[in-house]
């Protein structure tokens, strides 16, 4: 079988006129089209809207925020991820931060049906300066605790939260029987 150049080229020529006929071509490039989008799509990591609660500079109350956070490469949690984000700040311009820069996330662990969360003491006492005394936090701590409270809770509705600083549970009861009672007779 001898293959002719004439042949294949009429041959070419026929495909390519009925490929460029109305009905296949507008289905091909619907086709490509579609492929693009599913390609861009599934090539960019997911993002998981998270609603963030900000205090207002206004009135102190908790606003929301949403943001839109992707997965992380390092296998971090999710709550972690939402943990750091709040204590970064909000992008509003009507809403305060909860802690100065630097307040670090230590811990972000969850169980089969608790959250733990733990901050650096610089959420609640604020930046510890060069002279050794701290600089007074953007809000007070009730606030901030409220804050974090609020959007853990938010976010991930299932899980019983408990929010440590420094390792400690703010507001719990002291467990060493001799300072509860020095601080009662005080």
Do not use: Q
Not at 9 to 17: D, P
């Amino acid at each position: 079988m001898k293959i002719d150049i004439a042949s294949v080229t009429s041959k070419a020529v026929g495909l390519f006129e009925g490929f460029l006929r109305p009905r296949v071509l507008w289905f091909a490039c619907l086709g490509i089209s579609l492929m693009v989008s599913a390609g861009a799509v599934l090539a960019r990591p997911f993002a998981r809207p998270a609603t963030l609660w900000f205090p207002s500079l206004e009135t102190g109350r908790l606003l929301p925020e949403v943001r839109y956070m992707r997965g992380s490469d390092t296998g971090e949690l999710p709550e972690a991820l939402v943990a750091r984000e709040l204590l970064l700040g909000p992008a509003r311009t009507d809403s305060g931060p909860i802690a100065m820069p630097g307040t670090d996330l230590r811990l972000a662990h969850r169980s089969a049906n608790a959250l733990y969360v733990d901050v650096s003491a610089g959420m609640l006492f604020g930046r510890l300066g060069k002279d050794g005394v701290y600089r007074a936090p953007p809000v007070e701590p009730a606030t901030a605790l409220e804050s974090l409270r609020r959007t853990m809770s938010w976010n991930f509705p299932r899980r019983l939260l408990v929010l440590t600083v420094e390792g400690r549970e703010p507001y719990a009861p002291d467990p060493d029987p001799e300072t509860a009672e020095t601080v009662k007779k005080e």
